[in-house]
């Protein structure tokens, strides 16, 4: 009874991973939004001290 519940989660997790790597791929086409990254422009003045 135990090693069958240890083998059911073992397929679970291998399921869950082909799912997440699925999911990366896919996603991007699916959902562009989300994979996006955010766009701002960032400066900052730098002050170098040289001697």
Do not use: C
Request: proline residues 8%; aromatic residues 16%.
């Amino acid at each position: 009874m135990l090693w069958r519940l240890f083998k059911a989660l073992i397929v679970l997790l291998f399921l869950a991973g082909i799912g997440l790597v699925a999911y990366a791929y896919v996603g991007p086409l699916f959902f562009p939004a989300d994979f996006a990254a955010p766009e701002q422009a960032v400066s900052q003045p730098v002050t170098l001290q040289v001697k």
